[in-house]
């Protein structure tokens, strides 16, 4: 095993997880808010998908990664205002409808990715780092987490400005009251359909994003089904979280980690098999629901659309 | 705890013609949605269907395949009408339903050589339910005891048993024969008998029987509607006098014991052997048609039938065409788009007559 402990190895692995964890990371920020606001978001992978085809298609054509994380953001807002439209403002179920974001866009980014590059998946050159000033040369730490893409910082300090809209800002208290009695917010004289639609495209912009950052930093190519379930995890991130932005953070940590490690095993040619590794952080997860189990504590209003003066 | 729940009542009673254009105008609707993409893409949508239309369902072989598909997502659906009507949101169908086609695919080879045909037939299909089953008991505990939300537990046990049943398949059950690391395969005379002289096997009928039989327990017996009224309103099951920790416990056992057998289903009729990696996710793709169905068991029969042949149609029509296979998945959500669609006119406008 002390093959395992050397400098390389443990930067890869460090630097791994930061990059498998940062898109669950922002898919599971995301998926709170909505949440918070009483929308139930199961469309979350589709939205990722989404993101992460139009933000390598535009990085690709144009060589910005900066427009390809803003057209990423601008393709999970173009699912996510599907939810808006059906879920949000006709009251459509919104467990269907999320199926059949996730569905759709599996089926449509790949017959785009068919049509754009039949059957061949063209990598990006590699994505600009930045190295915090001091802080990059610390040993190991330095290169495993403070050199990384610049959108990696700004998720982190995503997560500071998250907890602080949720804890005191008016914009926090009304998303927070969509979830928990939107009667009450719609008495208080806030529209209760555009707090939510609100909240639903900042969850897809942020989809979107992890699945730019996915796509272009992480794989440096596009591959149909590539999200494989990371929207799925952070669905589960954000309602394990209970609405606190730093808990997402700590399992996006968890999950990203246990990613790492997979691949950082197959380089150092140990011979387990990845299932193994992959079960880790969900068991881990299992073990702790089950030594402290208790409510999730989710918002009542979760999943019903909101309809004025229905009781 | 209920999740965009609407109360959903059962039998509709609207009338056949009614119910048949319910269901026509989405699925009209979304074959123009799809024939627009393709005429974007400079395909002919026109070749497309026709062809999805011949393979799966004019053309013999094509249509038994199609009543193949149909057995697994029958008894998943199954599952899922007992889970959701009893309020449980089982979204973790994916893991039982692989771990019981694990389970089930490294008992029938041992048992083919002991026992004969039927019993092992018999005995693989239990154990599949059984595993099922056990895969759900955590979430169900956690449930029950401490009121902790399946949909996070169930989702976190489907990734966990998808990967359980990979290690197993790749490090215990592996059959040394094959390259491609895979359970040893059940010969195919062994296993689950055809329908009369077709290539469907009879884990369709026993799939048909299962909805029909979950249709009338939950519609017609007391326990059935015990269960209902613990979906509709928790409270109400705590004051009615109903062991609410008893019945989400069992709720949660047949659901997950229905999805097991679809797993087990699908190895004895169709494979006979279960290979690393494969994960065909049907549970994602029933959970909307039993929304749609209104968890009703006869729609949900009408609504797989169609689904299995758009699938079916639809994987080979777009190698003709020269699209991706995938592009079927894009009709199956604007279908599910356009279907929830259609639900919600008929819901606003039953509240308009009736105020």
């Known amino acids: ?311 | 705890m209920t999740i965009g729940g609407k109360t959903i009542d059962a039998g509709s009673g609207s009338s056949a013609p009614a119910a048949a254009l319910r269901v026509l105008i989405p699925v009209i609707l979304a074959l123009a949605g799809g024939a627009v993409i393709l005429l974007a893409l400079g395909k002919n949508p026109i070749d497309y269907y026709d062809y999805v239309i011949e393979r799966s369902l004019l053309r013999w072989g094509g249509f038994q395949e199609t009543l193949t598909r149909m057995a697994p997502l029958l008894l998943i659906a199954a599952g899922l009408i007992v889970a959701f009507r009893a309020g449980i949101w089982n979204l973790g169908g994916d893991g039982q339903f692989l771990l019981a086609a694990v389970a089930s695919a490294a008992l029938a080879p041992v048992l083919i050589g002991i026992l004969p045909r039927a019993p092992t037939l018999v005995l693989c299909m239990l154990a599949g339910i059984a595993v099922g089953a056990i895969w759900s008991l955590i979430p169900a505990i956690l449930k029950a005891r401490y009121g902790v939300n399946e949909i996070i537990t169930t989702l976190m046990m489907s990734f966990l048993g998808t990967s359980l049943s990979n290690v197993l398949i790749k490090l215990i059950l592996r059959d040394p024969a094959t390259t491609v690391p895979q359970t040893r395969s059940l010969p195919v005379d062994d296993r689950l008998p055809r329908l009369f002289g077709t290539t469907t096997h009879s884990g369709l009928l026993i799939a048909i029987l299962a909805v029909i039989l979950v249709h009338l327990v939950m519609t017609r017996t007391a326990f059935g509607l015990k269960l209902q009224v613990l979906g509709t309103n928790r409270a109400a099951a705590v004051h009615a006098g109903l062991r609410v920790e008893r019945l989400t416990l069992l709720a949660f056992a047949l659901s997950a014991g229905f999805i097991g057998l679809a797993g087990a289903v699908e190895v004895l009729g169709v494979w006979g052997t279960v290979r690393a990696d494969w994960n065909p996710a049907y549970g994602l793709l029933v959970v909307p048609l039993v929304f749609l169905a209104r968890f009703n068991g006869y729609a949900v029969i009408g609504f797989t039938l169609f689904f299995s042949a758009l699938m079916v149609g639809g994987e080979s029509a777009a190698r003709r065409v020269g699209v991706p296979q995938h592009y079927v998945l894009v009709l199956v959500a604007l279908l599910l788009v356009f279907l929830a669609l259609v639900e919600y006119r008929d819901q606003a406008r039953g509240k308009r007559v009736a105020v």
């Open chain 1, 1 to 311: 095993m002390n093959a395992l402990l050397t400098e390389p190895f443990l930067i890869s692995l460090l630097f791994g997880a930061v990059t498998a964890g940062v898109p669950l990371l922002l898919a599971g920020l995301g998926e709170q808010i909505s949440e918070k606001s009483g929308v139930l978001n199961i469309g979350l992978e589709g939205m990722m998908l989404c993101g992460a085809y139009a933000g390598f298609v535009t990085t690709w054509y144009t060589g910005s990664f900066w427009l390809g994380f803003l057209a990423g953001g601008a393709g999970g807002m173009a699912a996510a205002l599907i939810v808006l439209l059906l879920c949000i403002r006709r009251g459509l179920n919104q467990i269907v409808i999320g199926i059949a974001i996730t569905v759709g866009m599996q089926g449509l980014t790949s017959l785009l990715h068919f049509v754009e590059f039949s059957r061949t998946y063209p990598r990006l050159p590699a994505a600009p780092l930045l190295a915090l000033p001091y802080l990059s040369r610390i040993p190991i730490l330095g290169k495993g987490l403070f050199s990384h893409n610049p959108l990696v910082y700004l998720s982190i300090i995503l997560v500071g400005v998250m907890s602080w809209v949720f804890r005191s800002t008016n914009l926090g208290l009304n998303l927070e009251a969509a979830g928990n009695k939107p009667a009450a917010l719609d008495a208080a004289g806030v529209d209760v359909i555009r707090t939510r639609s609100f909240a639903v495209l900042a969850t897809g912009f942020l989809a979107g994003l992890g699945g730019a950052y996915m796509a272009n930093v992480g794989a440096g190519l596009f591959v149909p089904f590539m999200t494989n379930g990371a929207g799925v995890i952070g669905i589960v991130l954000a309602m394990l979280a209970r609405g606190r932005p730093l808990w997402v953070l700590t399992g996006a940590a968890l999950f990203g980690a246990s990613l790492a490690m997979t691949t950082a095993l197959q380089v150092a040619g140990i011979d387990i098999p990845t299932d193994v590794v992959q079960m880790l952080p969900f068991a881990i997860v299992m073990l702790v629901l089950v030594i402290f189990a208790r409510h999730s504590m989710l918002p009542p209003a979760l999943g019903f659309p909101y309809v004025r003066g229905e009781r």
